[in-house]
Structure formats: structure tokens, C-alpha cells
């Protein structure tokens, strides 16, 4: 089995089955109207919803390794993250690694001393994507990750989705942004009913 997500069988009563890969380094945009699925795929492939079926990365499946190690590895990113505290900092630390991170997504340094429900949804979910890098996941899997932020915003997000790829992420990122779609896209799946429809490319 390559190096990469590896996804076999995985089902549950509302989608699926879907078996595919993406390779290390590579991503899958994955396309499709609302209701069609695409947040179910990715919640289950992080091991968050019941499903049947498994998930490998670099050859090892989920199945097989306790649920904590598994999302550190394989990062999902909801369109609207979850926080635990109203502190930015109980999230991240404020270091070196944060502040760089931050910079590259455009972020005021600012935003870390701000409650988080003050903060508007394109922060939050910059912020999301911070602490997730932070973790420097094997995979991530981005649900509609830039649908608050502006044209250069985006842009700034997608440079650091290169780099993640550069050093060998896996991403699956769903977007119903035709243009980021043809900008990240190294294969394209489209997803209608809790089913794959046509042909991969």
C-alpha cells in the first residue's frame, strides 16, 4: 500500500461505499451539491461518525491504532471549527511556530488575545487551520475551509495547503470554489446522493 491515505469499503447508512487513494504530496478536491455527502465522507475518514469499512495512512488503518493518535495524524477541518474555550491560547501556544503560521494566513497577532466568539468566521477558521499545522498531520481533510474568506485571503490559505503538500501531506479538500477547485485539484471527485458520480480525473 503507497504512502497517502488509502480509503477501502468505507460506508455507513448515508454514504458510500467509496474506496479511493490519494497519494502523499497529493490532493483530492471533491465537489458536489449541499446535502450530497462531502462533510459525511470526510467525518467518517477522520474517524468521527459510525462507519464500516477503514482508512489507511502510509499503509497503517485506523482501525488499528487508538482514535487520539489517528486525528493527530489525519486533521479534519470543518467549515466551522469547534473551540472548547473562548481562549485563543488554550488552543496554541503563543510561539514561534503559531506567529509564523499565522503570518502566512494573514492573521493580526492580535487575534491570539481575543475571545473566540468575537473573532469573525474567516479568523476562526484560519485559526483552525493553525492549530492543525501545528500538528504537522500526514493528512488533511478540509471541509470548505476558505468559503468566509476573501480572493487574496484564499489564496494565502492555499499557499500554505502547497507547502503542507510540499512536505508530504495528503489533502482532501471539498469546495464548491470552481476556481480553487482547478487551482489545488491534482484529482477531482464529484459526489451526489452519498455516491461518487463519473469518472475520477
Known amino acids: 500500500m503507497s504512502r497517502g491515505l488509502s480509503v477501502r469499503a468505507l ?18 478536491v471533491i465537489t458536489g451539491m449541499s446535502g450530497a455527502g462531502k462533510s459525511v465522507l470526510l467525518r467518517m475518514m477522520a474517524d468521527l461518525d459510525p462507519h464500516q469499512g477503514d482508512v489507511a495512512l502510509d499503509g497503517r488503518f485506523c ?5 487520539h493518535r489517528w486525528r493527530r495524524q489525519v486533521v479534519y477541518l470543518p467549515a466551522e471549527p469547534g473551540w472548547w474555550s473562548d481562549s485563543v491560547l488554550d488552543h496554541m501556544p503563543d510561539d514561534a511556530l503559531t506567529r509564523d503560521l499565522m ?12 475571545p473566540v ?4 468566521t474567516g479568523e ?13 498531520p ?9 468559503s468566509a474568506l476573501d480572493g ?18 495528503a489533502i482532501v479538500l ?15 471527485r464529484e459526489l451526489a446522493q452519498g455516491h461518487f458520480v463519473g469518472a475520477e480525473s
Open 11 to 28: 460506508r455507513n447508512g448515508h454514504a458510500g461505499p467509496f474506496a479511493f487513494d490519494v497519494p502523499a504530496g497529493a490532493c483530492l
Open 152 to 169: 487574496g485571503t484564499t489564496l494565502m490559505v492555499e499557499a500554505m495547503m502547497r507547502e503542507a503538500m510540499a512536505g508530504g501531506t
Open 103 to 114: 503570518a502566512k494566513a494573514g492573521l493580526r497577532g492580535g487575534v491570539l488575545n481575543d
Open 63 to 67: 482501525s488499528g491504532m487508538p482514535a
Open 124 to 136: 476562526r477558521q484560519r485559526l483552525a487551520l493553525v492549530r492543525g499545522l501545528r500538528l504537522a
Open 138 to 146: 500526514r493528512a488533511l481533510l478540509m471541509d470548505e475551509p476558505c
Open 174 to 188: 471539498v469546495s464548491h470554489d470552481a476556481a480553487q477547485a482547478t487551482r489545488m485539484a491534482d484529482l477531482r
Open 117 to 120: 466568539h468575537r473573532l469573525s
